[in-house]
C-alpha cells in the first residue's frame, strides 16, 4: 500500500486525527464502517483509494467506494467530468442509465453527484450501480463513487447518500473554507 500526503488518506487510515494535523486544501471522509482499506496508489497526479467490506477485496466486491484525486487539475468542472463519465459508461454499457441528483456549492466548492447504472455490466456479468460525487477544489478536482454489483435496498441507498451528503472540501488557507475545528474526528 503507497501512501500520498493529503489528508484526505490521514482522516480514511487512522482512527482518529486531530485537526491540528490539517494543513491546506483536504478532503473531509471517513473510512466507511465495516470497510478496509484494499488499495491505494499514486501514479502521476492521480491518486486512489478503494475501499470494501471487511470480507471483500478490490478483485471480488459486492460494494465498493473508491476516492480518485487528480492533483492540480484546475481547470475540470463536475458538469464535465460527469458528462465525459456518462458518455464513458453508456459507451460501455448500452442499456445504463444516467441520472443526476443534486448539484450546487458546498462550502463554497462546486460539486455535482450523480447516478449511473448498468442492467449486466459486460465485464463482470453482473449488475453495477454507482454514485459519483465530483468536487472542484482550489487545488485539485476530486470524486468519491459508492459503487453496488447488486441492487441495493432502499436502506443501503438512503446510506450511501447520506455517506456522499458528508464527504466535503475545506481549506485551512481560507477563513470563509476552514476546516472544522473539533479536537478529535473520531471515524
Do not use: H
Not at 33 to 61: C, H
Not at 128 to 143: C, H, M, R
Request: hydrophobic share 40%; net charge positive.
Amino acid at each position: 500500500m503507497r501512501y500520498f500526503g493529503i489528508a484526505l488518506l490521514v482522516l480514511l487510515a487512522v482512527p482518529s486525527v486531530s485537526w491540528a494535523e490539517i494543513k491546506n486544501e483536504t478532503l473531509l471522509q471517513s473510512l466507511p464502517l465495516g470497510y478496509k482499506i484494499d488499495f491505494q496508489a499514486r501514479q502521476g497526479n492521480m491518486g486512489i483509494t478503494e475501499m470494501v467490506p471487511q470480507a471483500e477485496s478490490v478483485e471480488n466486491w459486492t460494494e465498493m467506494v473508491t476516492t480518485q484525486v487528480f492533483f492540480g487539475l484546475k481547470s475540470a468542472t463536475p458538469e464535465q467530468f460527469q458528462a465525459n463519465m456518462e458518455k464513458n459508461w453508456l459507451a460501455s454499457c448500452k442499456a445504463g442509465q444516467s441520472a443526476s441528483i443534486a448539484n450546487g456549492a458546498e462550502n463554497g466548492y462546486p460539486f455535482t453527484l450523480w447516478l449511473l447504472s448498468c442492467p449486466l455490466n459486460p465485464a463482470t456479468g453482473k449488475p453495477e450501480i454507482t454514485w459519483f460525487k465530483a468536487i472542484k477544489g482550489n487545488d485539485s478536482f476530486y470524486v468519491v463513487q459508492k459503487a453496488f454489483r447488486f441492487e441495493p435496498a432502499r436502506e443501503q441507498v438512503m446510506q450511501s447518500m447520506q455517506y456522499l451528503r458528508k464527504v466535503s472540501l475545506c481549506d485551512t488557507r481560507l477563513p470563509d473554507r476552514a476546516c472544522p475545528r473539533l479536537g478529535k474526528v473520531n471515524q
